[in-house]
Every structure is written in C-alpha cells, then in structure tokens.
C-alpha cells in the first residue's frame, strides 16, 4: 500500500460522562511491532493490522527486506541496534502517537473477531488502563492449547494498554513486563502465534532463545549453574506437562513441555561456555606485550 499510512482506519470518538454533551474523546490506537530478520512473517503481521490507526515497526539490525515490507503496509520504520529487548521495545512506544497501544510479534496475526472486540474494548470499556490477550500457539496448522510456558510461549500477556503504563526489564529476551495503572483483565479473542511450520521450527526457536538468555546469565552476578538448570528444568516440565494441562495435548503437549524444560538446561550451559570464552579472552588480551615506547633524545 503506497503512499504515507494508507492503513489508518478512522478514529473511533467516544463519548462519556467526563465528556459532556457536547464533547468528543478521540482515542487513537498504535500497533507495535518489533522484527529482527522475520521478512517472511511480516507481511501478514501487518496486513492484519488495518483496523489500527498507526503502525510502528522497529527494525532491530535487520539485514533482510523487513523495513521495505514494513513501509510498503504504510509503517512507520524505527531503524537501528537494540541491544536488550527493553531498548527495543521503548524505541517503539516512544515512537507511538496513540492513546492505547497494541504489541504484537512478527509472527502473529489479529484475527477479525479480535479486531473487533479490541475497538469495542476502548469504545465501551474505559474501567481498565490496560487487558491481556490470550494466545493460541500454532506448530503449523495444528492448535497446541495446554502445556506451555513462558520460555517458548506464553499463553496470555498484557498487550493492550494506554501509553506510559508500560515497561520492561533490561533483558535480550523474555523481559518482564512490569505494568502500571489498573487492570481490565483479559479479553475473549486470542492472538494467533504460529511458533514454527513444524518440529523444526520449534527447535530453532529454542536455540535462539537459549543463546539470547545464556548471554543474560552471563552478563549477571551469580555466574552459570548446570544444576541449577536441570532443577528449573524439572520444575518447568512438572509445570507444563501436569500443572497446564500438556498431557492432553498427547505427544504435542510432550514435546511442547519437553522442549520448554531443556529452556534453562540448554541455557545456563551455554552461559558457562559463554563465560569461559569470555574469560580466556581477557586472559590473552592481558598477556599480549605492550609496544615499547622510546624515548627521544636530543631534539625538541
């Protein structure tokens, strides 16, 4: 769609009883999303997203045709290098001109019905400053409901709030929101996430997530723990596979709840690694001689 925001759909205007008669409250609504490298699920992310009134897509090191597709649907394109997931994501929001802000990922999708009910939850229901979405995840057409957690997927997450009530903490991936304001709780409609086309895709999701938090674990105090990683990867499977609900889900829901525990495992392994790397590093830069400098005589 050429030609500035060709996506803005018109501003829904409420009336209220802080309004008056004779007043109108304009609220406007700005889809975030943020891509690294995902060109092929973009376009469909964002097609989805007519019923916004902005979209804003933040470009983090992309290297593929991500920032054409975002423009070509009428985005705004935030281009450049974001570390930590939390530098990213405040790009896009300070970058967001709406009154309420919608997030979704490159590889999800707004369904009608949900479209809908979002326009009809600013329109009517002005109680909350911000709701959670459920998410229905997809491995390729096939609906895993039960099982999950948040290392892979989360099932719901606040992703529709009023702007400024928003923040995350300084992670790569998996930052923890931490929200302000008052809650409207969740809405009916679910996000479509599709985490892979098949087993696969989800494999890979794994080790890129892993890599991203074995540098976290790096970065911090408490250094890498395989034990610790095999404790919390037990838990997680007890979470997922009995306390969610993954057993219905028969060998999805096993390999779903297998997968999420093999997260801190696969995680705090890769941190160590990470961390002997690093170390030997500074060991050889610090054995490598310094140039002697001389002295001039004579001279000036």
């Known amino acids: 769609m050429a030609g500035g925001l060709c996506v803005r759909a018109a501003s829904y205007l409420l009336t209220g009883p802080d309004s008056g008669t004779r007043g109108v409250i304009v609220v406007r609504l700005s889809a975030l999303v943020c891509v690294h490298n995902q060109e092929a699920q973009l376009a469909e992310c964002l097609r989805r997203l007519i019923f916004c009134d902005e979209i804003i897509v933040v470009a983090d090191r992309c290297t593929d045709g991500s920032q054409d597709t975002a423009r070509r649907h009428g985005a705004l394109v935030i281009d450049g290098i974001f570390p930590l997931e939390n530098h990213r994501r405040m790009a896009g929001v300070d970058a967001c001109s709406g009154d309420w802000i919608l997030e979704v990922e490159p590889d999800e999708v707004i369904q009608a019905?949900?479209?809908?009910?979002?326009?009809?939850?600013?329109?009517?229901?002005?109680?909350?400053d911000w709701y959670e979405l459920p998410i229905d995840n997809y491995l390729g057409d096939t609906l895993v409901r039960r099982g999950w957690t948040g290392a892979l997927s989360a099932r719901r997450e606040p992703r529709l709030y009023k702007r400024g009530l928003k923040a995350w903490a300084p992670r790569r991936v998996n930052a923890a929101a931490v929200m302000s304001g008052q809650s409207g709780g969740a809405l009916t409609g679910a996000i479509r996430r599709t985490l892979g086309q098949d087993?696969?895709?989800?494999?890979?999701?794994?080790?890129?997530?892993?890599?991203l938090h074995a540098e976290d674990i790096a970065d911090g105090d408490r250094g890498a723990s395989t034990a610790k990683g095999l404790a919390n990867g037990f838990g997680t499977f007890l979470k997922g596979y009995l306390g969610r609900g993954g057993w219905r889900e028969?060998?999805?829901?096993?390999?779903?709840?297998?997968?999420?525990?093999?997260?801190?495992?696969?995680?705090?392994?890769?941190a160590g690694q990470l961390s002997q790397v690093r170390a030997l590093t500074l060991t050889q830069a610090a054995e490598v001689p310094q140039p002697t400098r001389l002295r001039q005589v004579g001279g000036r």
């Open 250 to 270: 028969g060998s999805l829901g096993l390999l779903v709840a297998s997968l999420s525990a093999l997260y801190p495992v696969l995680s705090q392994m890769r």
């Open 199 to 211: 087993l696969g895709g989800l494999v890979e999701r794994l080790n890129r997530l892993t890599a």
């Open 113 to 128: 019905a949900l479209a809908w009910e979002v326009r009809a939850v600013l329109q009517m229901r002005r109680g909350g």
